[in-house]
């Protein structure tokens, strides 16, 4: 799986719109961008994926640029809820590939 | 709520000892993953089972094993604890061949003293 790279903290407004981002020079045709995102020692949860065209659903946004070198997940309107650490992580188009996760970006929404 | 169910939430035990976690995936889900979360180390992958077969092995010592049942449950077997197996460990399952995620349960809390 390719790598991908995150800011390791950022800080958002509550009520403002959360841009996070993430690099993945190396993805390859077949592999996807997921996110994840795990608030304080729960189990991490499945936000969103893509593989070029963006996406949205309930909770976020997804931005992958057309080079798919980079992604940006977009929570829009931002609430305390949301502090956790959220993963972009790039895995194969099967599906079922385990997640390798790294320290992915802390985010703080502050009041 | 995943769906995910593990038990139990915590474990406190010593050194030497050997513990089981047990998981329940989704209803449906056919594929079963492990996760280890410490301090240090963060989340990473041990082991995936898909329909009663191992399919997948990341980092899982010798000293772990794992298995899945006929029902799709799968245990976690860790024997010979040390000090440096205190972490969460987490299971998500996923429906093959889809591709909206994993769904995690919510963790069991293993402290070795």
């Known amino acids: 799986d390719a790598k991908t790279t995150q800011p390791p903290s950022m800080d958002c407004a509550e009520g403002r719109a959360a841009n996070l981002p993430c690099n993945h020079s190396?993805?390859?045709?077949?592999?996807?961008v997921y996110w994840y995102r795990q608030i304080h020692s729960q189990g991490p949860q499945y936000i969103i994926h893509?593989?070029?065209n963006n996406e949205t659903n309930e909770m976020a946004s997804l931005i992958i640029t057309e080079d798919r070198k980079s992604s940006t997940l977009i929570l829009p309107h931002a609430t305390l809820r949301d502090t956790a650490v959220y993963y972009c992580?790039?895995?194969?188009?099967?599906?079922?590939?385990?997640?390798?996760f790294g320290k992915g970006t802390r985010l703080h929404i502050l009041p | 709520d995943s769906g995910v169910t593990q038990t139990p939430k915590h474990l406190i035990t010593a050194t030497g000892q050997r513990v089981t976690l047990r998981c329940s995936p989704r209803?449906?889900?056919?594929?079963v993953y492990w996760y280890q979360q410490s301090l240090d180390q963060g989340l990473q992958f041990l082991i995936q089972?898909?329909?009663?077969?191992?399919?997948a092995k990341g980092n899982i010592l010798e000293r772990f094993s794992a298995q899945q049942f006929p029902d799709l449950h799968s245990e976690l077997n860790l024997s010979s604890l040390e000090l440096g197996d205190s972490a969460l460990y987490f299971c998500?399952?996923?429906?093959?061949?889809?591709?909206?995620?994993?769904?995690f349960g919510p963790g069991t809390r293993l402290t070795v003293l």
């Open positions: 209803s449906g889900d056919l594929s």
């Open positions: 893509g593989l070029k």
């Open positions: 089972y898909y329909n009663g077969e191992e399919r």
């Open positions: 190396t993805i390859s045709g077949n592999e996807y």
């Open positions: 992580i790039v895995i194969h188009g099967r599906g079922d590939d385990k997640i390798i």
């Open positions: 998500a399952s996923s429906v093959v061949g889809r591709r909206d995620g994993q769904f």
